[in-house]
């Protein structure tokens, strides 16, 4: 009989297969209907909190709502109601580092969320002059998601082949952040989102 434990060892060797194989992974009920519900609430408890993103770095940071139109909270390391999603998300971010000697460093995330018509157009998940994104991490936060609903979020695999990820609650989506562009459809209805990056430390 397996325990929590030997699971979670098992879903993380699975990410880090999939990450040396394809470089991208999808995994439905990813999080427990309690952990869903635990996001969900800190997310609608923190509404008001949540800004509009931007696109670019520092002095060419600006809020594009042509490119990108969600609105993010970061999250903190030190974050109590967030110790548990870090907590499992840290795991991770070790398990790749002994499997596949990624030198990720640390994990900068943040909820998002799309309000109804928004998008975000096909971009590389890299800024201009900084690679240190090694990994992309997206948990969704959506209840009975349809396809009508829109929002999926289309990954172009090479030239002539892509999938579309239904931002179903409790989906993980992993890919490295070097390799795949990518694109969030618009939404029809409101899309909410955990979206992180492991970066390894700037040189
Ligand atoms: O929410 C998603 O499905 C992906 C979001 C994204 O591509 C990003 O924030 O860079
Ligand atoms: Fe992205």
Redesign the pocket.
Known sequence: MHNITTQANDLNTSIADALADAGWIVIPNYLSAAELLALQQLAQQRRECFVAAGVGREAAHQVRQDIRGDAVLWIENDDAEMAAANQRMSELQHHLNRELYLGLAELEWHF?RYPVGSF?QR?L?QHRNQDTRVVTV?QYLNDNWTDADGGQ?RIYLDDENHIDVT?HGGTLVVFLSNRFE?E?LPAQRERL?L?GWYRRRAN
Do not use: F, M, R
């Open positions: 998002a975000y971009h998940d997206v979020l931002p990518h969030v989102s979206t």
